[in-house]
């Protein structure tokens, strides 16, 4: 019988393949066992033959962006991973306008807004991800989030093809999209931003960028804060406050310098991540009657 690997071969032929890929490699986290196949379309053609492959093999797939918000687990992901390449990365400026692609690193275009003198973007200067993952999970900081920014959205679907959504469509709330669960493929966005003096953009930017250097543990491998926000409380308070920070279960701790966020000490695995995140969730409850939720997306086979 031939195998769906040697199928892939020839019906994906001219779009970048790789095989056996350590999820480590692509995620901030530097965590996670290996993708059966990682493929990179570079349009909207190579997504409709991915997809339609998938459909064809009931195989399952997912799109990894920066894999900032991952937290893979330890046999790995089966399946085909997406990630956008080619016209997915560019972007596009005119008269104001200005239209990215969902493979883009979401903190060059808010530079690059600045720069151009467009004021809207510099609270995602930033977040680590793509602008497709930050339209997946309305990524959002200081005070700004996606929905607040976007016009229209494309996705490609399998079924209905190339669609724009309207901003009213998008169904954007907190740390959430329309796209989530969807089965479709954000390929890219069109931004409404405010004609802006450069100069205080920019400078928002430097501002931003210092606030962040100052009290998130960039310096190590993390997908940033771990849980979502409860609704009335802060969760690096509570963490630490339930004399959480600095603790370790293997590999994975409690950052010294933002509770809130899960750090890889070296050779951190997924199972250790886990049991932390359990343990900081039994003792929170404990302490505060608060269930904490995580905001990291989980994936891969158990
Ligand atoms: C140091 C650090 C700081 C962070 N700070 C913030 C912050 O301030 N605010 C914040 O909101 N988040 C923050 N994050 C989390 C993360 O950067 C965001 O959630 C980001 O939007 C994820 O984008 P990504 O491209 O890395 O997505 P991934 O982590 O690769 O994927 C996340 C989900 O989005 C889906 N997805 C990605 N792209 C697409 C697409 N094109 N079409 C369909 N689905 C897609 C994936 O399948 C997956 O389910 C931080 C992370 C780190 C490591």
């Given at each position: 019988m031939v195998s769906w690997q040697e199928k892939a071969n020839s019906a994906l032929k001219g779009i970048k393949q790789r095989y056996q890929v350590p999820m480590a490699e692509l995620t901030t986290f530097k965590i996670g066992g290996p993708l059966d196949l990682l493929v990179e379309p570079e349009n909207m053609a190579d997504i409709q033959k991915v997809l339609t492959f998938c459909q064809m093999e009931k195989l399952p797939w997912m799109i990894i962006g920066m894999g900032s918000n991952l937290l893979v687990r330890d046999k790995g992901i089966r399946g085909i991973g997406i990630k956008l390449g080619g016209i997915f990365t560019h972007d596009e400026f005119y008269e104001g306008l200005v239209t990215a692609g969902a493979g883009m690193a979401l903190g060059d275009l808010a530079k690059k807004t600045a720069c151009q003198?467009?004021?809207?973007?510099?609270?995602?200067?930033?977040?680590?991800?793509?602008v497709g993952g930050g339209v997946y999970m309305n990524a959002g900081a200081y005070d700004g989030e996606m929905a607040g920014v976007l016009k229209k959205v494309q996705a490609f679907d399998v079924e209905k093809g190339t669609i724009w959504y309207d901003k009213a469509e998008l169904d954007m709330g907190y740390r959430h999209s329309?796209?989530?669960?969807?089965?479709?493929v954000i390929t890219a966005i069109q931004l409404d931003l405010k004609i802006a003096d450069k100069e205080n953009a920019t400078a928002k930017i430097a501002e931003l960028t210092c606030q962040r250097e100052s009290k998130q543990p960039l310096e190590m491998p993390s997908a940033g804060s771990v849980f979502r926000r409860p609704v009335g409380y802060y969760v690096g308070p509570l963490i630490e406050k339930s004399g959480l920070k600095g603790f370790s279960i293997g590999g994975a701790q409690v950052s010294?310098?933002?509770?809130?966020f899960i750090v890889?000490?070296?050779?951190?695995?997924a199972a250790d991540v886990l049991k932390l995140i359990e343990h900081i969730r039994e003792i929170v409850k404990q302490k505060f009657s608060v269930e904490l939720i995580p905001e990291i997306r989980i994936v891969g086979e158990e």
């Open positions: 003198g467009l004021s809207g973007l510099e609270f995602a200067c930033g977040i680590p991800g793509t329309r796209f989530q669960g969807s089965g479709q010294m310098k933002h509770a809130g890889n000490n070296g050779g951190a695995t």
